[in-house]
């Protein structure tokens, strides 16, 4: 099981570190860090997100977050790589108790690429 989970989350991190660093330098590319409108809405959802992951409501903030999803919006992209990482980093207990795996993760990572078009991992 160890095994397993080591490969889990490795696959986990390549991904994320990745995703992160493509949509960081598209978002950057384009400018939107420049625009005011786009940091409030950006930190207001963020928020909501890591509060409902503070409660153990991590399938709460993902079904939110992918309801929210705008592949045209690459302020969402960053938004879900970033969730999907706080969600890495954390403890085995935290998401027993909120009624997640590590195998949600790296799946949410996954399904996030299909929605914009990336087929960088599957497995």
């Known amino acids: 099981m160890i095994e397993s989970n080591d490969w889990l989350l490795k696959q986990i991190n390549v ?3 990745f995703l992160q660093k493509l949509f960081t330098d598209m978002e950057t590319s384009r400018k939107l860090n420049e625009n005011e409108q786009y940091q409030k809405d950006s930190f207001e959802f963020e928020r909501l997100l890591e509060n409902l992951i503070e409660e153990d409501r991590i399938n709460d903030a993902e ?16 938004i879900a790589t970033r969730f999907y990482d706080k969600l890495k980093g954390l403890s085995d207990e935290k998401l027993q108790k909120s009624n997640y795996s590590r195998d949600e993760i790296l ?8 929605m914009f078009g990336l087929e960088i991992f599957k497995g």
């Open 15 to 17: 991904v994320s570190e």
């Open 63 to 78: 079904n939110i977050l992918f309801e929210k999803l705008d592949t045209n919006n690459l302020m969402y992209a960053t």
């Open 107 to 114: 799946q949410g990572l996954n399904d996030m690429c299909d």
